[in-house]
């Protein structure tokens, strides 16, 4: 369902139901949150890049999967939030791949990116509203911090199909590749992540998505203490010891 395969240090995860654009299932859901435990579970993983298999990135949950049969939604939400919490939670720095159309759900899972890149061709749409549903899977928490309220309630009550460029120009990734250098330049990416102070990156997203709800005072104190945790790695000392002795740093994610 979800395809892993290492390649030195990063740890390449592929969303893997081409010929359904990805869609995503109860089976698939559960396959990506059993890779990224796995992610977690092994030191020498030191980046995650998640894309999508054929010529979709995700077309977000499933519509054939329940036939005429309505879902418990609360309890199929469950399986959505349970992922969603192990991306933001991730150990590791996590870059997506864009590789094509990403809608609803599958819009989701990529914001969760640390860094985005995206495929000249690839597409994003909110889409929950065209069939009358809530935005979900940590979407209405993402999208109004990436591209600002007014924007995020365009994106969400319209769903307008954006193209890369368009999902560049608004920060929803950071960068447009070719489609033939796309995993390429995402793997490249995550190689030099892989190679960095891994609890830095982890604590500065956890910094950048709990900072939104805290006052300036409790922030000030977040900072304190994950700088605290931060500072006590060793990564920290060898990037000092590195700046110090004027050569790169040889970080070892921890
Ligand atoms: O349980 C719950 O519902 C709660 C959870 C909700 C989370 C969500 O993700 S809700 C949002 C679900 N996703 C959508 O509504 C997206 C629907 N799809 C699209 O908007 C477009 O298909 C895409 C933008 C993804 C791709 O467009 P395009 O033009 O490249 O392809 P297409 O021609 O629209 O679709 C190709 C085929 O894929 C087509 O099947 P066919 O006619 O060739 O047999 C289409 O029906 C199928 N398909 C596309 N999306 C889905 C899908 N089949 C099942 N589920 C889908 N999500």
Excluded: C
């Amino acid at each position: 369902m979800v395809l892993r395969e290492r390649q030195g240090g990063v740890l390449l995860l592929t969303l893997n139901r081409p010929e359904k654009l990805n869609a995503l299932t109860a089976e698939l859901l559960e396959s990506l949150y059993q890779s990224l435990k796995e992610a977690n579970q092994d030191p020498s993983v030191r980046a995650v890049l998640l894309t999508g298999a054929g010529k979709a990135f995700s077309a977000g949950q499933d519509l054939n999967e329940f036939g005429e049969e309505k879902p418990d939604y609360e309890g199929h939400l469950r399986r959505y939030n349970r992922v969603v919490e192990a991306l933001s939670g991730l150990e590791k720095p996590l870059v997506v791949a864009v590789n094509g159309p990403a809608a609803g759900a599958g819009m989701s899972l990529a914001l969760w990116g640390d860094l985005r890149l995206a495929a000249v061709g690839a597409s994003f749409t909110t889409a929950f509203v065209r069939i009358g549903l809530v935005p979900d899977s940590g979407m209405s928490f993402l999208l109004p911090r990436l591209v600002g309220l007014s924007k995020a309630q365009e994106l969400l009550f319209l769903s307008p199909r954006l193209s890369a460029e368009e999902a560049l120009a608004l920060g929803l990734v950071h960068k447009v590749v070719p489609a033939e250098s796309l995993l390429e330049e995402a793997l490249a990416l995550a190689q030099t992540l892989a190679q960095g102070p891994t609890r830095a990156y982890v604590l500065t997203r956890k910094l950048l998505l709990e900072t939104y709800r805290l006052s300036l005072t409790e922030a000030l104190s977040l900072e304190a203490i994950l700088q605290g945790e931060a500072g006590r790695t060793q990564d920290h000392e060898e990037g000092v010891r590195a700046f110090r002795e004027k050569r790169p740093p040889r970080f070892q994610g921890r």
